[in-house]
């Protein structure tokens, strides 16, 4: 048995959230024991968890999940949450009186901005009253009601949160991208959801360099029928021209021009179900255009709150920051973080701006008590040779976590090798989480009271029935590799897809995506294994999205883009382990005469940067002969990245042309060895 990296200090184990909610309901204190009573006693555990978390907010009776026969006919889960219970998200982040005995004051700082340019921005809370209250009555004033769209094409600053919370207030939905997205990958997303209200920035920065986006922005507006009010923020420029939207069907304001009318307005919190949605997330868009997941209010601030608190131990007047941009949903996890009393601490540009000590700047420099960044941020300022506790004052960080994608090994030794003796007296917790987009939440998580393992995530989540499963649906025990599912209900499940049928229902396509793989338990496409420790090893996806440096990236927004290269006939991506990491690899087809010279390589990779982010263009673009494809005419990513990289392919009886395989094994091995050479 491997020894652990870290055993949590006795004191600070019993000084735990965790350790507290266990005392407060009479469970026994042991991890296993919790898990085990809060997911054999889901309605019991979901019950004192709110009572613990949600002390603000009375719910309706006794009766925690109303049963619709526990599954549906078709396998799925299908229940309601809290019926009768109303609530309004925005309020109770606003409030943060998640812990009354420490709940915080009025000037306690609310959010903290910070970019890479240096310019640092506060928001108390007090303030952020204020301000929410305005921009929700400047959303009513722009007759937004209730289930009515509001968007954000925003860089992660304090103006794209109030949005969020002022859309909330009203029981409007919303949604964000982040601005590095084209305007081919803003509207795959918003234009499906036919939002009312569009609050997008003039520009962003990354890298010291100046993006402007307002000739995009005219073009995203331009397409979008159902918009009656666009809202420019200042932040490239702080008098932006407005020029290019001149014309617009919209009406066009500044920020500040579109708020001042609503000085003073009275903050209103409209109390709404517990199901009501509060925003929209997106799919990676693997097989088609991104699918709009609706989150439920109530369901995802429970699920943020037991993660922060229980899992992660973050504490009231804790600072908190997780690198993020507001197209992925570790930002909606982290502006959550307000509702436990702490303050949420965001950084907007590139985290290697001015070298590998970025981020670890700011955690002295805000006096951080909880970092988080993805796995590939971790082993690329292990490679940069930088040691953080030798060169900045940790002193206050005790939690560090990682998510995005498995972190290895190497990079749990290195954290606590570089990372963790300049952390506080008591160690640095180090946890490596695990969920997704599909659930705003865990899986598997952290746990403050439990040692750490190299390469394992320490716990499967509370009042999650995590199991590991094999392609027969049968449960697998340590050791044994196969399917992550969750075996029971839990109340972030998505409230549905949009244009899948009634909200609150499960749809087809909401069906075949957690319920199809394995009927009876919800199955999202990742493989892993249960460890001798309690833990979980995920070892990456069991579909086709991909995944470099912890970014989800789906193919088909990819193939949309290369689609708009003439040469090209057909194109395959794939992902290529190198590493630890991810490497996106596209297989183009090209027309009769064509050559993959370097004029053609550029126009790729140029098409698709800008019609999708930088992270979607791939590390190596190869020429071949043939795609490999089934009998109906399907190209088969998953055969290619087995083959590739050396795992078995399955069932190569269903390609008309196996035979590509070999082919194309061969010619990206030559491409590699070019590139790396």
């Keep these: 048995m491997s020894e652990p990296l870290w055993v949590p200090p ?8 965790l350790r507290k909610f266990a005392d407060a309901v009479g469970v026994e204190p042991d991890y296993e024991g919790l898990h085990r009573w809060s997911v054999t006693e889901p309605d019991r555990f979901w019950s004192a968890a709110w009572d613990h978390l949600l002390t603000s907010a009375p719910r309706a009776g006794a009766a925690i999940v109303e049963r619709r026969g526990v599954t549906g006919q078709d396998g799925s889960f299908d229940v309601e949450w809290f019926p009768g219970t109303s609530l309004n998200v925005a ?29 640092r921005r506060v928001l108390s809370r007090r303030d952020a009253v204020v301000e929410v209250a305005r921009v929700a009555a400047a959303l009513r004033g722009a007759g937004v009601q209730r289930g009515d769209r509001v968007v954000a094409w925003m860089p992660n600053t304090i103006e794209t949160v109030v949005a969020m919370l002022g859309a909330a207030a009203v029981g409007a939905v919303f949604s964000s991208c982040s601005p590095d997205f084209g305007a081919d990958g803003v509207l795959d997303r918003f234009g499906q959801i036919e939002p009312t209200v569009l609050i997008a920035a003039d520009g962003y920065t990354y890298g010291a360099k100046g993006f402007d986006r307002r000739a995009e922005l005219a073009r995203i507006v331009d397409a979008m029928a159902t918009l009656r009010q666009v809202v420019v923020v200042p932040f490239l420029d702080d008098a932006p021209d407005l020029g290019p939207l001149t014309g617009s069907r919209a009406a066009v304001s500044t920020w500040d021009d579109w708020l001042a009318p609503h000085d003073g307005a009275t903050p209103r919190y409209a109390q709404l179900p517990f199901d009501h949605p509060w925003y929209v997330l997106f799919s990676s868009g693997t097989t088609g255009v991104p699918k709009c997941i609706v989150h439920r209010a109530g369901g995802v601030l429970l699920q943020h709150l037991k993660e922060h608190r229980f899992q992660l131990d973050i504490r009231p007047h804790d600072r908190v920051a997780y690198f993020t941009t507001c197209g992925w949903m570790m930002w909606n996890w982290l502006v959550s973080v307000p509702a436990s009393g702490a303050t949420a601490v965001l950084y907007d540009g590139n985290p290697f701006h001015g070298g590998p000590r970025r981020l670890w700047d700011l955690v002295e420099q805000e006096r951080l008590d909880f970092l988080g960044v993805s796995a590939k941020y971790l082993e690329s300022v292990g490679q940069s040779g930088f040691r953080p506790e030798a060169e900045v004052d940790l002193s206050t960080l005790r939690t560090l976590a990682s998510t995005g994608s498995p972190l290895s090994p190497e990079s749990f030794e290195w954290v606590y090798d570089a990372v963790a003796p300049g952390a506080g007296t008591d160690g640095l917790h180090l946890a490596s989480i695990s969920g997704g987009t599909d659930l705003c939440g865990c899986f598997v998580a952290g746990d403050p009271t439990s040692p750490v393992y190299a390469g394992e995530i320490q716990r499967p989540a509370l009042g999650m029935a995590v199991e590991v499963r094999s392609d027969e649906g049968l449960q697998l025990g340590p050791g044994e590799r196969g399917e992550l599912v969750c075996a029971a209900p839990f109340p972030s499940m998505p409230l549905g897809f949009w244009g899948d049928g009634p909200l609150g229902t499960i749809g087809p396509r909401y069906h075949a995506a957690y319920f199809e793989r394995l009927p009876g338990v919800w199955a999202q496409g990742d493989f892993a294994t249960l460890t001798e420790h309690g833990g979980i090893i995920i070892h990456g996806r069991s579909d086709t999205t991909l995944n470099p440096g ?6 088909a927004e990819i193939y949309r883009q290369v689609a708009h290269v003439p040469q090209v006939l057909e194109s395959l ?10 490497r996106v690899v596209l297989l183009v087809r090209l027309s009769d005469g064509v050559v993959l010279d370097d004029e053609l390589e550029a126009t790729i990779r140029r098409r698709i940067r800008e019609g999708c982010t930088p992270r979607h263009v791939p590390a190596l673009i190869v020429a071949v002969g043939d795609l490999p494809r089934t009998r109906s005419g399907k190209l088969v990513e998953l055969a290619v990245a087995d083959a590739v990289n050396g795992r078995e392919v399955r069932n190569t009886s269903a390609l008309v042309n196996p035979e590509a395989l070999g082919e194309i094994a061969a010619a990206v091995a030559r491409a590699a060895a070019r590139s790396d050479s």
């Design 10 to 17: 006795a004191a600070r184990s019993a000084a735990s959230q």
């Design 91 to 119: 309020e109770l982040i606003l409030a943060g009186a998640s812990d009354p005995a420490n709940a915080p004051g009025s000037d306690q700082e609310l959010l903290v901005a910070v970019d890479e340019r240096g310019r």
């Design 550 to 555: 912890g970014v989800r990236i789906g193919t």
């Design 573 to 582: 991506a794939f992902g290529d382990q190198v590493d630890n990491d991810v």
